[in-house]
């Protein structure tokens, strides 16, 4: 976890992968912003203007009732 990531996120999901504390060792100390940051990186905010502007794209999938007596 101490050397530079070559994709942001690799420290997360190393540690999110951790099912046991039993024989977790971390070599160095690091920050608490190296899997954590306050303001995305530029992919995550491109992904996130990109699912907002999806929201506004949702279909009604409330079919409405036709009436089948015709």
Do not use: C, H, N, W
């Not at 070599?27 to 699912?51: C, G, N």
């Amino acid at each position: 976890i101490s050397a530079p990531e070559f994709a942001s996120g690799l420290s997360y999901v190393a540690i999110s992968r951790v099912k046991t504390l039993d024989g977790l060792i971390f070599e160095s100390p690091f920050d608490r912003s190296r899997i954590y940051r306050e303001v995305p990186v530029q992919s995550m905010q491109l992904k996130i203007a990109d699912y907002e502007a999806r929201k506004l794209q949702l279909l009604d999938t409330q079919e409405e009732e036709v009436d089948s007596s015709d």
